[in-house]
């Protein structure tokens, strides 16, 4: 097992290279998806989910990818897992790219990934279905009321496509 870690390792690396080796703003438009995508920019669909907006951004995500990472990769597999992670975050991150036509922000961070894990697991467990839907609402809506900048739609996208794939048994 040891897809999850290898994981956090190349998130906690990006987060060096962003914050402390380059400009961060430069390597934040460059590899986040924003509306250097139209222009053609394609690779953003895969990186936005390695960036982070700060390092408490970059731990809790990290936090909640280890505890659920871990415990999917163990019941799909390695290769499984990292096809549900990667696919699944390329699939919310084009479909985050709805509320682009709509504002210019800057998308980053891998919450959209590990939603599709939570989205996954919700369909496997249906005892803690409503829980995980519950917990997924909480961190997409309860920092807007705090003013925090938050991708909540790319949250609610990756978990209807964990749930989707759950569903369809997609990697089972």
């Given at each position: 097992?040891?897809?999850?870690?290898?994981l956090?390792?190349?998130?906690?690396?990006?987060?060096?290279?962003?914050?402390?080796?380059?400009?961060?703003?430069?390597?934040?438009?460059?590899?986040?998806?924003?509306?250097?995508?139209?222009?053609?920019?394609?690779?953003?669909?895969?990186?936005?989910?390695?960036?982070?907006?700060?390092?408490?951004?970059?731990?809790?995500?990290?936090?909640?990818?280890?505890?659920?990472?871990?415990?999917?990769?163990?019941?799909?597999?390695?290769?499984?897992?990292?096809?549900?992670?990667?696919?699944?975050?390329?699939?919310?991150?084009?479909?985050?790219?709805?509320?682009?036509?709509?504002?210019?922000?800057?998308?980053?961070?891998?919450?959209?990934?590990?939603?599709?894990?939570?989205?996954?697991?919700?369909?496997?467990?249906?005892?803690?279905?409503?829980?995980?839907?519950?917990?997924?609402?909480?961190?997409s809506?309860?920092?807007?009321?705090?003013g925090?900048?938050?991708?909540?739609?790319?949250?609610?996208?990756?978990?209807?496509?964990?749930?989707?794939?759950?569903?369809?048994?997609?990697?089972?």
């Amino acid at each position: 097992m040891l897809t999850t870690p290898v994981l956090i390792a190349i998130n906690c690396v990006v987060y060096f290279l962003e914050y402390y080796v380059y400009n961060s703003d430069v390597f934040g438009m460059y590899f986040g998806l924003n509306e250097l995508f139209f222009l053609g920019a394609y690779w953003q669909l895969l990186t936005t989910m390695f960036l982070h907006g700060s390092l408490m951004h970059l731990l809790m995500n990290m936090a909640v990818l280890y505890q659920f990472g871990m415990i999917l990769e163990r019941y799909l597999g390695g290769f499984k897992f990292i096809l549900l992670y990667i696919g699944g975050g390329i699939v919310t991150s084009l479909l985050s790219l709805s509320y682009l036509a709509f504002a210019n922000v800057n998308l980053v961070g891998a919450s959209g990934a590990i939603c599709v894990l939570l989205g996954f697991m919700a369909n496997l467990d249906r005892y803690n279905r409503k829980g995980l839907f519950i917990a997924v609402i909480l961190m997409s809506f309860a920092p807007l009321l705090l003013g925090a900048n938050i991708a909540w739609y790319a949250h609610i996208f990756g978990f209807g496509i964990g749930y989707l794939f759950g569903f369809l048994k997609v990697f089972r």
